[in-house]
């Protein structure tokens, strides 16, 4: 049975890559359609460039948000989730956050790139991000018009995805590293304060033999409820140290007497912007 990789999804269509590199479309079994780009499946050739997935491989890493509702895959088999906030529009650090602790859940090294850094404004942005590279995190300062060299070598040997919100200049970063794909850009809304999504498919293009890299929609919202509240605790890197020392065992962190994290965000060892994020968190899930 044939193998392939999944370069594109359209919904409940996918496009395969075979081994020879040639490209076929395809649909799965029944109603299922949970697979992502990266996935690595075993096909059933029905035609000449169409088949039908039979079934899919062991997955490494899966990188995915969920809502009360329903979950949405992004990706799998990546080892790098590479965030792009830029200065305009706006980027959320709730939603930095948010994505920050994806990663840290499915253990996938996060990369923060602050693009547009060609623009006016970008002290503020750096002074916010400063937080995180205080944290341990990478943080890369980008102008992906002018020059894109030093992304390179943080995708090299990486299957990295990229995430962020509409307008921070990811289909843009694609172009820089990949000029013949010409991929859409869209201008933003300097009124709104906010991007137009150009990106409606996730796509997995190659960089070199090495390095693939999974360009996915632009997010609004990054939903954690697949999350338990111990696994969001851990994920907040700088927490660690601490859990396990609060006075009661189900300790949330929020007003509760001999708590090890509190205590830390007095002694300075965990900053109240970081502690807000997760109280907002813990309190989102206990409402779900």
């Keep these: 049975m044939p193998q392939g990789l999944v370069v594109s999804s359209y919904g409940k269509r996918y496009e395969i890559e075979l081994a020879d590199k040639s490209r076929i479309s395809c649909v ?164 709104l304060d906010s991007g137009k999504h150009t990106t409606t498919a996730t796509h997995l293009y190659h960089l070199n033999e090495s390095s693939n890299l999974i360009d996915s929609p632009g997010l609004q919202e990054f939903g954690l409820n697949h999350l338990s509240n111990e696994q969001i605790e851990l994920a907040f890197k700088e927490f660690r140290p601490f859990l396990g020392k609060c006075r009661f065992n189900n300790c949330r962190h929020s007003h509760e007497p001999d708590c090890a994290v509190l205590n830390a965000v007095k002694a300075d060892k965990i900053t109240t912007t970081r502690l807000r994020f997760y109280q907002q968190l813990s309190l989102e899930l206990s409402l779900n």
């Design 28 to 191: 799965t079994r029944g109603k299922k359609n949970d697979l992502a780009c990266g996935d690595q499946v075993n096909i059933k050739l029905t035609a000449t460039a169409e088949g039908v997935v039979e079934s899919s491989l062991t997955r490494t890493s899966l990188l995915y948000r969920s809502n009360t509702i329903k979950s949405k895959i992004l990706a799998s088999n990546v080892t790098q989730i590479v965030i792009v906030l830029a200065t305009q529009p706006s980027f959320y650090e709730a939603l930095l956050n948010r994505c920050l602790i994806a990663a840290e859940a499915a253990s996938i090294a996060p990369l923060i790139v602050l693009n547009k850094c060609d623009l006016p404004d970008i002290d503020n942005a750096k002074s916010k991000l400063q937080l995180y590279t205080d944290l341990g995190y990478k943080v890369v300062h980008l102008s992906a018009k002018q020059d894109i060299h030093i992304m390179r070598q943080y995708l090299t040997n990486h299957q990295s995805v990229l995430v962020g919100q509409s307008g921070m200049g990811k289909s843009t970063i694609i172009n820089a590293l990949l000029p013949h794909m010409n991929v859409k850009t869209q201008n933003i809304s300097t009124v």
